[in-house]
């Protein structure tokens, strides 16, 4: 079963706009990771923040955490076309050393 | 550094029939799971080994599927007989088993049951 929800389920914007996207949760957890999928091809690693941190920047990524309320955002700032992908959260959940994957965010960059 | 080898990358196979997939992961990683992903989800945990022992397969369907990691570093993966509802990417991923486990994917085998 998917512990993740994410939203959008779909997202298309410009080339230069900022993507927001969303992750909700159910169980407490280690950390969240944010990973990327191009179509046909397997997942990256793109950003992890653990379950003490409220906020992590990584290049034009930002992530923020919010425990209490089991969510999660993932910022993509200036957005390129080679950003079109698939996102997806995944906890790290307490007691199971396996990922939870979340349904994902199909992003399209437009140039 | 090699990543995570996975093949073959496509199989199409008429149901009933078996198929096996099989995984490399990244030399020194500990920890290897298999994934399933449906088209349109996210992917879910099959099982994941520790070394050469399963110690989470509980989504493993156990009646069709089964799995080995001979020696604690190449995986097989194994469906017999197919079924329809099996069509999805098959995807491996390793960590080294400890601190934050980032882990590492294959790029998938995507299988058709026909």
């Known amino acids: 079963s998917q512990q993740g929800e994410e939203d959008p389920q779909a997202l298309s914007i410009q080339e230069g706009e900022n993507a927001t996207m969303n992750c909700s949760y159910k169980?407490?957890?280690?950390?969240l990771q944010w990973y990327r999928q191009n179509s046909g091809r397997g997942l990256v690693h793109l950003i992890l923040?653990?379950?003490?941190?409220r906020e992590k920047h990584s290049g034009r990524l930002r992530v923020t955490l919010d425990t209490s309320k089991k969510s999660s955002s993932l910022l993509i700032t200036a957005s390129r076309a080679a950003d079109t992908a698939s996102y997806f959260c995944?906890?790290?959940?307490?007691?199971?050393?396996?990922?939870?994957f979340g349904s994902g965010t199909r992003l399209q960059v437009q140039p | 550094e090699a990543g995570v080898v996975q093949s073959p990358r496509y199989k199409i196979i008429e149901k009933k029939q078996p198929v096996a997939f099989w995984c490399n992961p990244i030399s020194g990683h500990n920890t290897l799971y298999w994934y399933r992903q449906n088209l349109g989800q996210g992917p879910e945990l099959l099982i994941r080994?520790?070394?050469?022992?399963?110690?989470?397969d509980s989504q493993l369907p156990k009646d069709r599927f089964s799995a080995e990691r001979l020696k604690g570093v190449d995986s097989t993966l194994k469906i017999q007989p197919a079924e329809l509802g099996d069509s999805a990417v098959y995807l491996c991923a390793s960590s080294l088993g400890t601190g934050d486990n980032e882990q590492f994917f294959g790029p998938g085998t995507r299988l058709t049951v026909l």
């Open positions: 995944a906890t790290d959940r307490t007691g199971r050393r396996a990922l939870t």
């Open positions: 923040i653990r379950s003490n941190e």
């Open positions: 169980t407490s957890i280690n950390n």
């Open positions: 080994y520790e070394n050469e022992e399963a110690v989470d």
